[in-house]
Every structure is written in C-alpha cells, then in structure tokens.
C-alpha cells in the first residue's frame, strides 16, 4: 500500500476534474457551532473546532441531520455500490491515455484528478465506460426505461463505540491502495482523511465482514 | 453546418443536460428504500454474456439482483469483469420485460393464457410437424438445447434445428473436425498465462474478450515480456498494445498463413519430429500428399507473391516466419469472427492450424492455437448437445447409423425414429421460410430479424408464417412474430452453460422472472406434452410413454409440462436433463461429471473424469499426456479422435480463394461489421442497462481519416452506405472506437434501428454454412 | 472558450439567495434549481475565466460543493480531418 504524495501542479494540459476542494469552513454538513439544539459539557473546546477530532462522543455518533453530500454524485456514476464508476468528463473514443493524470493525484488549480487504487489494470475502459456520451447527448436515445435499483454506498463504516476506528465497509480486492480514494485532499469531509501521516490503515481499520463478505453456498 | 452561437448553445445544452441526469432521483428519499450492503445473498453463476466465461457472484436483496461482482475464486477471471459484466444484473429489470404470452390477432400482438398459446402452437406443429423449425442459440443453456433436440430430432424428426452458432462457430467446427477429427479446442486459459508471443487473426479482443486481453497484458505490467503481434484489417483498441501492426487485404489470412508455412519448410525450420510423427498432409480435395508435394504447393505463397497480395510487408511476413521458426518462442494463436465468419472460414481455420503443425507449437504450454469462442454456451450447448440440423449430442451426426442409435436408446425413442437426412442449416432455413418451404419456426434466444445478413432477403415473408418468438424483451423479431412467449433471463432460472475452454458451469435459479415469463425448457415440454395429448404419435417414445418425459434422481416422473411442477423449488429439471445428457458425452472423450459436482466447482474443463478416491479431475489441455487422460501412456501429444490413424492431425492444402464480393468501381469500400465492448449481440439486454446504452447509445460508421477527407466528411456527418442488398443511413465517427483501412468502414450491429444487415451478404463457406458479416463491397455517399 | 455544467450543492435556507447572486455573476445561466441543488451552466471566453467563476461560486455564503458535470473545451477549431499515420510498423 502507498501512501501517496500530494503532487501540485501548473495546467499543462486540458485533462479534466470533477471534484473541487470542498467548502469553507463556515459550511461545513452540520456545523457544531451553529447547531443550537447540541448540548455540550465542556463548551469553549467544541465550539472552535471544524473537524471530528474535536467533537465529543455523542456528535461522533450522531449522524442525524448529517447530509452525505458525496454520496448523491458518487451514485450517479455507480450502477450499484462497488460497480465500476463510469468516466464522469468527457473522453473520446481515441483517448486512451488515463493514467496521464490517474497515475498519480493531480491537483490542477482546485480541482483533484483521483489516482485510480488499481494500476496495474491497463485496459481501463474494459470496465469504466463514458457516462453520458457527449456527442449523442441531448437525444432522446439517452434516456433508459429500467426498474434497476443497485446496492447503495455505505455511509460510513461502523464504529464498535464512539472513538473506534470505522470498519471498511468494502472489499478491499481492486482497492488495495487505501489513499487513492481517502486522499488527504478528497473534497468531501466524509471520504477524505484526516490522519495521513498514520500509514499503517489496516492496523486499525479491520474489514466489515458483514458488509463485505461473498460467501457463496 | 452549424454556426459558431448556434453550436456554442447546443453544447450548453449538451452540459446542462450532463448535469440534469447526474442528479438522478432525489436519492434522500430513496435512501431509505433502497439495499444496503448487510445481509445480501451471494450466489456463483457465469455471466451472461460472451464466450469467456467469466465467474460471477450475483448480489441479492428482497428477490432481486442489487449488485453483479467478478467471482475471486474463478480461474477464468479471479474478480475481474469487464462493463458488460459488472452490468448484467441491470438486464433483468428493462421497463418493457415481456411478462406475458401473446398472439396476433387482426394484425396486432394481444395478452394470452399460457394455455391459449401452448394449445395455439401444438395445434399448428400437428397439422405440419414436417416443416416446422427450432432456430436456437450459443445462449441456450445445455438444458434448454437438449431439450429442443428431443423435440426436434426425437418428436418431429425433421431435423430443421439450427443455432444462431452456425452464423458464429460453424467455421471453427468444421476446421477442428477436419484437422482433428473432434471439435474443440486443445488448449485453455492456462496458455494466456504461459505464452511470451500471441498474434490475433482478425480479432479485437480487447473489447470482445476483454478479460483474456487483460489477462495477458496484465502480466506484461507486472514486468513480463510479451510481444503482441495484431494481423488485423483496422486499428482498434488491442492494436494499442501491440507491438507489430500487421494491416492486410481481406481474404489474403488465408494466403499469408501458408506464406508461415512456405517460409517454415523453406528454411526447415518446422518441427521435423513433430511433423513426422504427427502431422498427415492431404490435398484440398481429401487426396494423401507427401511432405515435398506439400512444400511444392506452397510455392506460390512465397514472401515476395504473398506481400504483394496481402499489402503486409515482405518485412513483417518475414517477421511472422520467424516468430514461428523460432522453438524457444511459445506463440499463442487468437482468433474469432475474422476467421469463423468467413467465406472460406473452414479453410482460415485448417490454414492457422497447419502453421503450428508446423511448427510443432500445439499443446505446449502457452503455445498453441486457441479458437475463442463468441457466445456464452455455443461450446456447451450448440456444439456438445450437437443442435445442428446435421448433428446429435456428443459430436455424433445423423448420417451415422450407430449415432443415432445410441441416442434413440438413451431418449428411448421408436428404433429408427432419427432422421438420417440432415435438415436445413440456418441460411438455408431462412431461405426456407421465406419461400414457404419452412411453415413455421420456433426462435429462442436470439433475434434473426437483426442479426442475419441479407435481412431483405432472409426475413422476406417471415411476418406470414408461424413464427413463435421466446424472448424477454420486444424486439425486431417479436415484431414479425405470431406468438410470443416471454420467458426467464439467466438467474431467473437454473442452467448450465459451456465456454470456450470447455469449462462447464452451473448455476442455480436467484430470482422470479417477472409477470408470467417462464422458462424456455418448461415451454417447449409443454408444447410437446399437448402434441401428446392431441396424440401426435412421435411424441411417445419406445413404450407409449411422452418422448420428453423428466426423471428425478429416484427415477419418479417428474410432470415437467405442469409449471407449477416445473417451477416448485425442489424440483430441478435442469439437473435432470444434464445427468441425462451426460452419458451421451463419452464417445468422443467430452466426458461432464454429474451435476452436483458443478454445483461445488467453479466450472470444470472437460474431459472430466472420477480418480480412484471419488474425486473428479479436469482437464486442461487435450491431446496432452498427462493432462488429458485418454492420451495413451507415452503418446506426448497425440490427437486420438483423428480419422487417419487415432493420432495425427491432417494439414489440408487449403489455397487462396478471392471473396464473392469485391470493392469494385459502383461499390468501392468494403464493409466489415461487428461488435463494441458496451454492447451484447443485438442490444436488446444491453441497450437496456443505464451504463452501457449511455456509454454507446447508437451505431455509427468508422471511417479511415484519409477517405474522410477525400469525401470531404466530418466526425458526425451522415452517410448513406449502400450495397447490392440494401441501404443505410449513419453518422460518420473519425480517429474513434476503431480506425478501419483505407477504402473500408466499420459498422456496429447492436443498434436496432440501424440495421446494418439489411447491407450485409450472406455467402457464405460451403462447407460451415457459416455467412461472412465481415467483407463486402459498398459505396458510401454524403447526405447534406 | 469553455462551457461547464455545475451541481451546486446549498444549504436548503439559502437556495434561492444563491441562486440569485450566481446569475449576476457574468458568464453564469441558472438552468434549474431542485430542492437544495442548482444546475448551472458556465460560458466564458477563457479557461481561467470559467475556473474563476467556480471558485467564486464556491464561496458564496451557503454553498457546500461545487461539482462540474460536463466540460467542454476546445483551443483551436479543425477545420480539416487529420492526416493518417502509417499503417504498419516497418521492420
């Protein structure tokens, strides 16, 4: 598993983005500061801090009024939880070079190219195929009449108590790369991580079995 | 041509409409509703989908299919998938799933009973069982071909059965048959992961075997040397990785695989041992030939005559000569529909076979020639179970007086019952039906209607015979149709399908096929049930009892032709169909072991045979000692089935013969057509999955960028592509999905309202029957 | 000269207030508003110019994400179909 430098650099060419750093501090899912209803016991503490880390037990737990505001954009790419994002920026048909900017995670003036967590697969458009095909867009062809209903995202991964490690609520097989997807850049506050310099994940992080165990009879 | 501000705004709209179909549903409300990853069913199946044969494990929630995962533990993928894979639950849930039986009635489909359309469609057999039909398919699980060959060859006896296999494999039958005396392949998957050295003959795998493309070049990113050589008549997404780009004229494979095999007996490079041992040469017409009289009909396919024919260059026929003359390289063979759908495609086939004859490069690890396979059970059921209008299971034919016997034992037909008189192979039974020589036909699984060539000619006059259709979605053909039945997808019933390395795989029934579909073996038993009631007589066996009766594992009658029977949960027909059918599977060393032992593997390579401790074990490569147990101790590699002496193969002296249809001065392109990674066959599961129509909505026309210019054409103009047979309109893609040569185009099929076989020819190899999609001759006018 | 489609995500009180400061911005076309989400679209001559549109619309009061969709760019216009590369390699 690598762990991944943050790599920040000039446009130098017209690759595409579709994440942009999140919100400012201010708007924050819910923040602790403009809740009233939050009844804290030690108040001075709680009241500055922006991130989970300094959120008592019960916010921790609390997931009521949190919007996962990820997850909307994630699903629209997914035909169901752990199916194959399709390619959310225009590609054409002749272009094949994605590890270009997947290689690595690129940063092009606030916007973040993920690296993909798997490599060594070379022929990606086996599996990623364009959302939305640009040049038919607009056609009637584009709209599909399906009843399909896909396995939803997890929200997060269980916690045994308030302070434990969540448990990864996926199979770890095409995702070995933890970083690739838990950048300490990702924009949204519920994928991104907040302790990069820790390397050793799977040390704390223990698969959900529940979640993501295929046994098959 | 667009203004700058008019195409400025019609690109705004193209984004805002991008974004507008990113939201989707307001997923807070359906969050609730909605699977979670908790508590779901996981069960094993093989995908739907090509020749490959990928394991999958199927995601299931509140009886219905949430999520499709590659299976980790197959040894045909170990967890990959490729789109369409990953997508193939999404092919159960199409808003416009037939769900229930209909007949037309004044000229328009209305919703029968069951009964009304059973009743309906023995009626009809029993007034002409002569000329009625079964046009089936390479996706027909072995239970559902099995069963329709007792209807066919055991009930009507008219042996009119043929698969749309014949217009995919037939080609690459014939050539095993002919050079091996058995049908299917030597080697297996393994060899992907042996070779160092694979040349592709016509054949786009990346994106229609996606996952052996990867399996190879996957290793290649791990650091391995692999030289990909692409022999090919366009650029396309597997020609990005090779290292040699070989373009050649169509037709010319056949001259440039003897040039291989001029160059290896020129320099005496070939395999001397191998070929003294095990390689027999005949004449094109069947005639013994020596060695020398071989290398002296080679002498026309010398580098010099070959390159001028082919336009590849002396240099990279050279090149070819090497790689094969070298013993240390272990060269793979891939090859598909370039070969297979083909004019003289038994020929190709034979031709690519010699060259490692030759070579001595056959049954060794990683180096071999692998015919690949296009559809997910053409192996398993077309080709085992033998539902060819000449053929009966386990690679008997009907000409054979001791084959049919066999098979009238074990059905327990009337002695004499099979019909020695081969009936019509698929061109043929078209051509049948539109003249009216051919009353009525039964379509399962398959939608001619799009999907053969000459579509004016073959389906004239199919909309005023009894056409019965077994679909699960409205289609081109269901629209000719006079009953349609709609009937269970993949995991909506239990099967079994075979791939191209012989792996069989099982799979149990997951979910409820919606509305009133059921299965395609309940509705055939069915109908043959009420021809026994109306007292068809060829629907009693031996002893007065109904032909297609179904024995459970106690040997109690299962009565099969009542669904609720057929449907209850305990009861498994397919397992009983299979067990049955596994006896006939010996004579040609196919052997399949009992059904349960599927059910506990992840499909097995046949022959599969019982070791002394009750284990079963499979094959991997046939003709190999060692691997193969009828491989005689000390034999090496020997091809057992073969009609010469139980062990040589025959090199044929197959010469270049020109295409039918040529480019000439009125039609100047050559059209190939074919397929995309998105979609299936005629995309009638596909293009109902969200992904996958939206990744590739509609057909369009490849052109070369140097024809374009000429023409004055752009990415995204129309064409009209017309040839002797029909017309078409397309939109223009340029530097796209593949880069055809110069004076050709490329079309894909799946488009149901592009129907580019209206275009194509249907010659086809005298020998296979099997009609080339892949060359004719066009012209390709700019509409303003 | 750019054209993006934009998800913006708000905070459902101050939807409407949003929306109406992101249309006085130059360059920016409200297409749509559900619920607490504006589809917007961006036209500008630039491609800093659109990049600044989104960080300007990222820092409206209320605004949690900005998400492009869909990103049209184009430098230069082809006017004729490219010239074919060789069709093999050569020995």
């Known amino acids: 598993m690598n762990p991944l430098r943050l790599v920040t650099a000039a446009i130098t060419t017209a690759a595409l983005s579709v994440w942009f750093i999140g919100c400012g501090s201010e708007a924050a899912l819910v923040t602790v500061s403009d809740s009233t209803d939050y009844i804290v016991e030690e108040s001075s503490t709680i009241k500055e801090s922006s991130t989970a880390e300094g959120l008592s037990a019960e916010t921790s737990l609390s997931r009521d009024g949190f919007v996962f505001d990820h997850l909307p954009t994630r699903e629209s790419r997914r035909a169901f939880y752990t199916a194959p994002p399709v390619i959310p920026h225009e590609v054409g048909d002749g272009d094949r070079e994605c590890l270009t900017c997947h290689l690595q995670e690129k940063k092009f003036a606030g916007r973040l190219a993920m690296a993909t967590p798997h490599p060594e697969l070379k022929n990606c458009q086996q599996c990623h195929v364009r959302g939305a095909s640009p040049e038919f867009m607009g056609s009637k062809q584009l709209s599909v009449e399906t009843d399909w209903i896909g396995l939803k995202e997890p929200t997060e991964g269980h916690r045994a108590h308030a302070f434990a490690p969540p448990m990864v609520p996926h199979r770890e097989f095409l995702r070995e790369s933890c970083l690739t997807c838990h950048s300490a850049s990702h924009p949204n506050e519920n994928m991104r991580l907040d302790h990069p310099e820790r390397v050793n994940c799977q040390q704390c992080h223990v698969q959900d079995k529940a979640k993501t165990e295929i046994i098959v009879p | 041509m667009m203004t700058d501000l008019s195409r400025r705004t019609f690109i705004k709209r193209v984004a805002q409409m991008a974004a507008l179909a990113a939201l989707g549903p307001m997923l807070s409300e359906v969050y609730a509703a909605e699977p979670l990853a908790d508590d779901l069913d996981w069960q094993k199946a093989p995908c739907r989908f090509c020749g490959t044969g990928c394991g999958v494990v199927v995601g299931l929630k509140g009886g219905r299919v949430v999520a499709v995962q590659g299976d980790i533990n197959s040894p045909v993928n170990r967890g990959l998938l490729c789109a369409k894979g990953y997508h193939a639950g999404g092919a159960l849930y199409g808003r416009d799933r037939l769900t229930s039986p209909q007949i037309r009635k004044n000229g328009k489909l209305v919703d029968v009973s069951w009964d009304e359309a059973i009743d309906t469609i023995a009626k009809h057999i029993n ?74 003959w016509g054949n786009n795998w990346a994106e ?85 009289e071989y290398k002296g009909f080679l002498k026309d396919y010398n580098v010099k005559a070959v390159s001028e024919l082919s336009g590849i260059s002396e240099g990279n026929l050279r090149l070819l000569g090497d790689t094969f003359s070298d013993p240390k390289k272990k060269v793979l063979s891939l090859w598909c529909m370039g070969m297979n759908q083909h004019t003289r495609g038994t020929w190709i086939n034979n031709l690519v076979y010699n060259v490692h004859l030759l070579a001595g490069k056959i049954g060794k690890p990683g180096s071999t020639p692998l015919s690949l396979t296009g559809q997910p059970s053409a192996c398993g059921t077309c080709r085992e179970v033998g539902t060819l209008a000449h053929a009966l299971p386990g690679g008997r034919v009907v000409k054979n007086a001791d084959h049919r016997k066999h098979v009238e034992d074990v059905w327990n037909c009337e002695p004499g019952a099979i019909n020695p008189k081969p009936g019509f192979h698929t061109v043929r039974m078209f051509e ?149 059918y596994r006896q006939l599977t010996l004579l040609k060393h196919k052997d399949i072991a009992p059904y349960d032992v599927y059910v506990k593997s992840h499909g097995l390579t046949w022959p599969v045979v019982q070791r002394s401790d009750g284990t079963w074990k499979e094959t991997d490569r046939r003709f190999v000692e060692g691997e193969d147990p009828y491989v005689p101790a ?40 074919g397929r995309v990674v998105e979609h299936w066959h005629s995309g009638t599961m596909t293009g109902r999955i969200k992904e996958l129509h939206q990744a590739m909505p509609k057909a369009y026309v490849d052109m070369n960028p140097q024809d374009a210019k000429r023409m004055r054409l752009r990415d995204g103009d129309w064409v009209q592509i017309t040839s002797r047979r029909g017309k078409i309109k397309l939109q223009v893609s340029l530097l796209g999905r593949s880069i055809p040569a110069v004076g050709s185009i490329f079309v894909p099929f799946f488009d149901e309202t592009k129907l580019i076989n209206e275009v194509t020819l249907d010659e086809y190899c005298p020998m296979s029957k099997e009609p080339d999609y892949k060359k004719c001759a066009v012209k390709v006018e700019k509409l303003s | 000269m750019p054209i993006t489609s934009l998800l913006i995500r708000t905070k459902a009180e101050r939807t409407a207030a949003i929306a109406d400061e992101a249309a006085l911005l130059q360059g920016v076309e409200i297409a749509e508003i559900r619920n607490d989400i504006i589809v917007a679209v961006t036209d500008t001559a630039t491609r800093d110019e659109d990049k600044g549109l989104w960080d300007t619309l990222e820092q409206i009061t209320g605004v949690l994400t900005v998400d492009a969709i869909y990103h049209n760019f184009e430098d230069v216009l082809d006017t004729e179909a490219p010239e074919m590369i060789s069709q093999e390699t050569e020995q």
């Open chain 2, 432 to 580: 049948g039906l539109a003249s009216g020589e051919i009353t009525g036909m039964w379509v399962q699984v398959t939608n001619p209607a799009q999907t053969m060539p000459n579509l004016h000619k073959n389906l004239a006059h199919a909309e005023d015979r009894f056409l019965v259709v077994s679909d699960v979605y409205p289609t081109v053909t269901t629209r000719l149709a006079t009953v349609v039945l709609p009937s269970a997808l993949w995991v909506e019933k239990n099967g079994v399908f075979g791939n191209t390395e012989r792996r069989t795989q099982q799979w149990f029934k997951m979910v409820n096929p919606p509305g009133q579909a059921r299965d395609d073996v309940w509705q055939m038993i069915a109908v043959a049930h009420r021809l026994y009631e109306l007292g068809y007589e060829n629907m009693k066996d031996r002893n007065g009892n109904f032909l297609l009766s179904v024995y459970d594992d106690a040997g109690k009658e299962i009565e099969a032709w009542k669904w609720e029977v057929f449907n209850d949960p305990a009861v498994n027909v397919d397992k009983a169909l299979f067990n049955e």
């Open chain 2, 208 to 292: 229609m075997h996606p996952m052996l493309f990867s399996r190879v070049f996957n290793r290649r990113s791990a650091g391995e040397k692999i030289t990909y050589i692409d022999l090919a008549t366009r650029r396309t997404r597997s020609t990005d990785a090779a290292d040699h780009y070989m373009e050649f004229v169509p037709q010319t494979d056949l001259a440039i695989a003897n040039c291989i095999c001029h160059q290896l007996l020129e320099r005496g490079t070939y395999d001397k041992e191998f070929v003294n041992s095990r390689v027999v040469f005949k004449t094109n017409d069947g005639k013994p030939m020596s060695l020398e």
């Open chain 2, 634 to 673: 000390g034999e090496g590699i020997s091809f057992y089935m073969s009609k010469v002496d139980k062990k040589s193969a025959i090199a044929w002296a197959r010469p270049y013969e020109a295409p039918p249809e040529v480019p000439d001065a009125e039609f100047p392109f050559w059209l190939c057509t």
């Open chain 2, 127 to 200: 007034e002409k069982p002569d000329t009625f039909s079964i046009y089936g398919s390479g996706q027909w699980t072995i239970g559902e071909g099995y069963t329709a060959m007792k209807f066919i060859k055991g009930g009507l006896r008219n042996n009119h059965i043929d698969p749309n296999a014949r217009l995919c494999m037939a080609s690459a039958v014939v050539g095993f048959i002919k050079t091996f005396g058995v049908d299917e392949p030597s080697g297996c998957y393994k060899d992907l992961d042996e070779c160092d050295t694979v040349i592709t």
